[in-house]
């Protein structure tokens, strides 16, 4: 069942026009199916209707559409606004919509009959005449079955319009993700530049060994054993076999042994 306020609003502006005669048969031919097509475009609501005389007569509806300095500031604030982009993303008019309209001097709505343009060439003289009350009852339809007809005719179809807003918030979302990205340092030149050389190790005085086991001279006595052997005295064996390896390959061996 489709939700019925959308319509109320724009039938009661109409029939306070206090034309009941009219506005009754326009209703009865709405009613008996005499509106034969009604297309909405940004400004205008065209329609055929068939009269009891079985002649089909061309009705228009004309109203202003917002400027594109107006469409840009309403979805701006749709936009920031997450509770109105959820319900337009989801295909629904938010019910406020009309009242956040009015802070910026529009309307959803025309307000009186001098916000409308009626067009009919049926041979009648009275505007609105029975095929325009006819199409504004099925117009008023229109609006409680696809809400974002009425945004049509101001001048914004749907898809375009959600477009639009997806265009802000995924900007919108951009702009935060670039305030709390981290900071990337650059380093500086001299990052990259390699400090001095570390001075070679010194050679040993003329006649003295270079002696493979030395660092264990330094070491506090260990006082572990393995088997019956001292576990010091086997590490200084492997520390001299390893440096003989590598001094013979060198051939840098120096020693003071007579």
């Not at 008996?32 to 068939?50: D, F, M, P, Q």
């Not at 469409?71 to 109105?84: G, H």
């Not at 002696?211 to 001292?230: C, P």
């Not at 590490?235 to 120096?254: I, M, P, S």
Request: a negative charge; one cysteine or more.
């Amino acid at each position: 069942m489709s939700d019925t306020r959308w319509s109320h609003q724009f039938i009661a502006m109409l029939e306070s026009l206090r034309m009941g005669t009219t506005f009754s048969v326009g209703r009865r031919y709405a009613r008996a199916g005499n509106v034969r097509s009604l297309t909405i475009s940004s400004s205008v609501v065209t329609a055929l209707v068939l009269d009891e005389d079985g002649e089909t007569y061309r009705s228009r509806i004309g109203t202003k559409a917002f400027t594109a300095a107006d469409w840009a500031r309403i979805e701006r604030a749709l936009s920031q606004e997450a509770r109105y982009a959820a319900k337009l993303l989801a295909g629904q008019l938010p019910q406020d919509l009309d009242r956040m309209l009015e802070s910026y001097g529009l309307s959803l709505f025309p307000q009186s009959l001098a916000d409308l343009v009626m067009d009919c060439d049926c041979p009648g003289w009275q505007k609105p005449c029975r095929h325009l009350t006819a199409a504004c009852y099925v117009l008023a339809e229109e609006f409680d079955n696809d809400p974002f007809q009425i945004l049509a005719w101001r001048g914004k179809g749907r898809d375009e319009l959600l477009e639009q807003l997806r265009g802000h918030r995924v900007s919108a979302l951009s702009h935060v993700g670039d305030k709390e990205a981290p900071q990337q340092h650059t380093p500086s030149a001299g990052f990259w530049t390699a400090g001095p050389r570390l001075p070679k190790p010194a050679e040993p005085l003329p006649g003295t060994e270079r002696r493979s086991d030395a660092i264990l001279d330094q070491l506090d006595h260990l006082g572990l054993t393995a088997g019956r052997f001292e576990v010091g005295d086997l590490l200084r064996d492997v520390y001299r076999t390893l440096g003989c390896g590598d001094a013979e390959r060198d051939g840098t061996v120096e020693s003071n042994r007579g």
